[in-house]
């Protein structure tokens, strides 16, 4: 398997600009986690999906940002409108319970809004 | 809600042995995680261990759960400056939720 892949690898926008990122979790697994990496507020878990519907979106910062999950092989993280704190690397993580759960990370998307 | 406690940092001279700890709160982990991040990576699985156990080893990676005392430790021995990164300690606990509780890193900086 490819492990969980993350697209794009980097984007920088205009604040105001709506940012979509992209996420392909590894085959068959049920668990699907966007988290958000800073230097001031570490590792934080936005929203996470168990069987494509949302469990937990208690993460989300604000309204602005949203997570879809529409199939088992894909999920997107939208923000709109962005903004300069909203300056992070963004994880995408997935698992299954038969891997006693342990996370897979992808590499992480860079976003910068200036 | 359960929580999970590292220091934050900590530096080794090249060869020498590193120890990581973590302490958390959850009295019904199952299981607990070791995570590497090296500089623009994601989070990398290092090593896992069951609840059960009370010490898991791996090539130079030990792995010590004090389960009375909810105090997790990672062992790396003949640390390398290929080591250098931040773990991350994760717990698995009760209520069936599928999500980790992870500490805040530690920064492992090994000098040469």
């Known amino acids: 398997d490819a492990g969980v892949i993350q697209s794009p690898r980097h984007e920088v926008t205009e604040m105001g600009q709506e940012v979509t990122l992209r996420c392909k979790p590894i085959s068959g697994h049920d668990y699907l986690f966007w988290y958000r990496q800073t230097m001031m507020r570490g590792l934080e878990l936005l929203i996470y999906f168990n069987n494509n519907v949302p469990i937990d979106d208690s993460g989300m910062p604000e309204d602005r940002f949203s997570a879809k999950m529409p199939n088992a092989s894909f999920s997107t993280l939208k923000i709109q409108p962005s903004e300069p704190r909203d300056s992070a690397v963004y994880f995408c993580?997935?698992?299954?319970?038969?891997?006693?759960?342990?996370?897979?990370f992808g590499s992480g998307t860079r976003l910068t809004v200036v | 809600g359960e929580d999970v406690e590292q220091s934050l940092f900590l530096s080794v001279r090249e060869g020498d042995s590193s120890v990581i700890n973590c302490t958390y709160t959850?009295?019904?982990?199952?299981?607990l995680y070791w995570y590497k991040q090296e500089p623009g990576a994601g989070l990398q699985l290092l090593t896992y261990?069951?609840?059960?156990?009370d010490m898991k080893q791996d090539q130079r990676l030990t792995v010590l759960l004090n389960k009375k005392d909810k105090h997790l430790s990672l062992r790396i021995a003949d640390t390398q400056t290929g080591d250098s990164a931040i773990y991350f300690c994760a717990d698995y606990g009760s209520g069936n939720t599928g999500k980790l509780i992870f500490g805040q890193g530690t920064t492992l900086q090994v000098k040469p």
């Open positions: 993580a997935s698992s299954h319970r038969t891997q006693n759960y342990g996370y897979t």
């Open positions: 261990i069951f609840s059960n156990m």
């Open positions: 959850d009295s019904s982990s199952t299981y």
